[in-house]
């Protein structure tokens, strides 16, 4: 397994391309093609630190391990036509193909990333970072700073409206058409921000809003979920995330929050494009990965502190997660360290 340190965002997308064996070719000062005869291509224009559009496919040709130590805040919005991704669901892992348009706030503060052998990606994707999208793109807009602060951190949105998976599309024709320029970039950028913001199309982002309810199919079943269920599905997912250990079931998170457990199931799967077992299973693998790095705790004490009650589901887990026991982890991190 492979392991890799970022300490900023670039630093990890260029380590990402070379672990898929992507070759850099930079074509001008705002254009980058990673290519391989056989893994596949990633075709970026822009930059990280303003707008950054780029349409990719390929394959992952090996496992390997990111960890990434910066902060981070984007609007990322584009279609995922194809994608493999291996997840953790129900004790077990399962492989999702969830192709869809999505629209996020991405905020980070620091994690892990694993990549598997296999997976599979094509798509096109639009990153503005948010100073710049605060300080520029919305005052040119005539706009406050703050009007975009009614959609959710890391929150997927995928119901898109059909103007702006157009513009999704536009982009991608114009990069795989190498007609992409600056210009043109930030002019769909400014008309994708400006439908976010128009009152037709605020029913999108409505999970919290007055109006919403919603119909969504369970098997051959319609589930109907209202305001308040989207607001307690929330609410749940920001229990996880605050404190991932003390979560045991689905159904006594259900009970606590006052709704039934399908509606939890797949209101969450819908908001938030995985599923609670998914979710909090990576939660609590970030965790275990900060202290095998950085305590001296014990396996034992570290499968109880992130809440699993058994040690060798904790080990049984972490090794499906990355590919490795955590105490292999530890030895081969403490390793490296001692080489350099």
Same mark, same amino acid.
């Given at each position: 397994?492979?392991f890799?340190?970022?300490?900023?965002p670039?630093?990890?997308?260029e380590f990402f391309f =070379?672990q898929?064996g992507?070759?850099k070719i930079?074509?001008?000062?705002?254009e980058t093609?990673?290519?391989?005869?056989?893994?596949?291509?990633?075709?970026?224009?822009?930059?990280?630190d303003?707008?950054?559009s780029?349409?990719?496919c390929y394959t992952? $040709?090996?496992? *390997?391990?990111?960890?990434y130590?910066y902060?981070?805040?984007?609007?990322?919005f584009?279609?995922i036509?194809e994608g493999?991704t291996?997840s953790?669901?129900?004790?077990?892992l399962e492989?999702?193909f969830?192709?869809s348009?999505?629209?996020?706030i991405?905020k980070?503060?620091g994690?892990?990333?694993c990549w598997r052998?296999?997976?599979q990606?094509?798509?096109?994707?639009?990153?503005i970072e948010?100073?710049y999208?605060?300080?520029?793109?919305? $005052?040119?807009l005539?706009?406050?700073k703050?009007?975009?602060?009614f959609?959710?951190?890391?929150?997927?949105?995928?119901?898109?409206?059909?103007e702006m998976k157009s513009l999704?599309?536009r982009m991608?024709?114009l990069?795989?058409?190498?007609?992409?320029?600056?210009?043109?970039q930030?002019?769909i950028?400014?008309?994708?921000?400006?439908?976010?913001l128009h $009152?037709?199309?605020?029913?999108? *982002?409505?999970?919290?809003?007055?109006a919403?309810?919603?119909?969504?199919?369970?098997g051959?079943?319609k589930?109907?979920?209202s305001?308040?269920d989207? =607001?307690?599905?929330i609410?749940?997912?920001d229990?996880?995330?605050?404190?991932?250990?003390?979560?045991v079931?689905?159904?006594?998170?259900?009970?606590?929050?006052g709704?039934?457990? =399908?509606k939890?199931k797949?209101?969450?799967k819908?908001?938030y494009?995985q599923?609670?077992?998914?979710?909090?299973?990576s939660?609590r693998?970030?965790q275990?990965?900060?202290?095998?790095?950085?305590?001296?705790?014990t396996i034992?004490?570290i499968?109880?502190q992130?809440?699993?009650?058994?040690?060798?589901?904790f080990i049984?887990?972490?090794?499906k997660w990355?590919?490795v026991? $955590?105490?292999?982890f530890?030895? =081969?991190m403490h390793s490296q360290?001692?080489?350099?």
């Amino acid at each position: 397994m492979i392991f890799y340190s970022a300490k900023t965002p670039t630093d990890y997308q260029e380590f990402f391309f =070379q672990q898929v064996g992507l070759q850099k070719i930079e074509k001008s000062e705002y254009e980058t093609l990673w290519e391989h005869p056989k893994n596949g291509m990633v075709h970026i224009y822009g930059s990280m630190d303003q707008i950054q559009s780029g349409i990719g496919c390929y394959t992952i $040709p090996t496992n *390997f391990i990111v960890e990434y130590q910066y902060d981070a805040i984007y609007l990322h919005f584009g279609i995922i036509y194809e994608g493999i991704t291996y997840s953790l669901v129900e004790n077990k892992l399962e492989a999702l193909f969830v192709p869809s348009a999505f629209l996020a706030i991405e905020k980070e503060s620091g994690g892990i990333n694993c990549w598997r052998k296999g997976q599979q990606f094509k798509g096109v994707e639009v990153s503005i970072e948010m100073n710049y999208l605060k300080t520029v793109l919305l $005052p040119f807009l005539g706009v406050s700073k703050h009007a975009l602060d009614f959609l959710k951190e890391n929150m997927i949105y995928i119901h898109l409206s059909e103007e702006m998976k157009s513009l999704i599309v536009r982009m991608e024709h114009l990069i795989r058409e190498q007609r992409l320029t600056k210009q043109l970039q930030l002019s769909i950028c400014l008309e994708f921000i400006s439908l976010i913001l128009h $009152p037709m199309n605020r029913s999108i *982002f409505g999970y919290e809003e007055k109006a919403v309810s919603k119909y969504l199919s369970l098997g051959e079943r319609k589930i109907k979920l209202s305001k308040e269920d989207f =607001q307690k599905i929330i609410l749940a997912h920001d229990k996880i995330k605050t404190d991932a250990s003390s979560f045991v079931t689905i159904y006594e998170l259900s009970k606590e929050l006052g709704i039934s457990e =399908q509606k939890l199931k797949v209101g969450f799967k819908e908001i938030y494009q995985q599923t609670i077992w998914d979710y909090a299973n990576s939660i609590r693998m970030n965790q275990a990965v900060t202290l095998l790095l950085e305590t001296d705790l014990t396996i034992s004490e570290i499968s109880t502190q992130i809440g699993y009650q058994s040690q060798a589901a904790f080990i049984t887990m972490f090794k499906k997660w990355c590919g490795v026991t $955590p105490g292999q982890f530890r030895v =081969q991190m403490h390793s490296q360290d001692h080489l350099k």
